[in-house]
């Protein structure tokens, strides 16, 4: 069964700076999807970005980008010029290649948006 | 134009009691989901239909039981309710061609 790990419950950054929030997987299957969502306190789950594992070019967003690391199955969030509309948690997914699948989340990664 | 809309939005009920959850997509898309989000914010699917069809069933107790009338509704019903469904519950769907999932605003579920 694949796993999904984000090794940092909370993370914090000031207004316009970087930050990088880690996500780790573990699969044995060679196509799959890897998803970032994000869940303000409103609640609402809201899709920040997308890579298919069969890609080499790292997703871009806007300000948000991933650092996809196939082997190492590493999927890493980059936020630049962070906003206070930032403030979320951060939930990374895997899902599998095939219809019908389910994602498979991590724990999440609360982020804290300073002024 | 809700694409997944949820009803309803708060439920606060006694434990015993039974209760639904009614979910609705205007995508067109023939996957829904049942996700159950706990306390520690911990995401985890319970169901999945495919054009009416239970294709996941992730050990979820039998007093939880989905129905489906047709792909657009995925509905959520729990019978004899308990302390520990105190939760919130996304529905959410996507297309066979494996984009990504769209969720509800969620269903917070409060057992008293």
């Known amino acids: 069964a694949q796993t999904v790990t984000q090794s940092q419950p909370e993370m914090s950054v000031q207004e316009a700076e970087t930050v990088t929030l880690s996500c780790t997987y573990d699969t044995s299957e060679s196509d799959y999807y890897l998803f970032w969502y994000k869940q303000p306190p409103s609640r609402q789950m809201i899709l920040v970005i997308r890579?298919?594992?069969?890609?080499?070019q790292n997703a871009t967003e806007n300000r948000f980008s991933v650092n996809f690391q196939k082997a190492a199955k590493s999927f890493s969030l980059k936020i630049s010029d962070s906003q206070l509309g930032d403030a979320a948690m951060y939930f990374c997914a895997y899902r599998s290649f095939g219809g019908s699948e389910k994602l498979v989340f991590g724990k999440g990664t609360k982020l804290t948006v300073n002024p | 134009d809700t694409a997944v809309s949820q009803t309803p939005k708060y439920l606060v009920t006694q434990m015993g009691n039974d209760k639904s959850i009614k979910c609705e997509q205007n995508?067109?898309?023939?996957?829904m989901y049942w996700y159950k989000q706990d306390s520690k914010k911990f995401l985890k699917i319970m169901f999945s239909?495919?054009?009416?069809?239970?294709?996941i069933n992730e050990t979820v107790p039998n007093r939880f039981s989905p129905k489906s009338p047709d792909k657009a509704h995925l509905n959520l019903h729990i019978n004899s309710l308990e302390l520990g469904d105190s939760a919130v519950y996304f529905c959410?769907?996507?297309?066979?061609?494996?984009?990504?999932?769209?969720f509800g605003q969620g269903t917070r579920l409060t057992v008293v």
């Open positions: 890579q298919e594992a069969y890609k080499q």
């Open positions: 959410a769907s996507s297309p066979l061609e494996n984009t990504e999932a769209f």
């Open positions: 995508l067109g898309h023939d996957t």
């Open positions: 239909y495919n054009n009416k069809e239970l294709i």
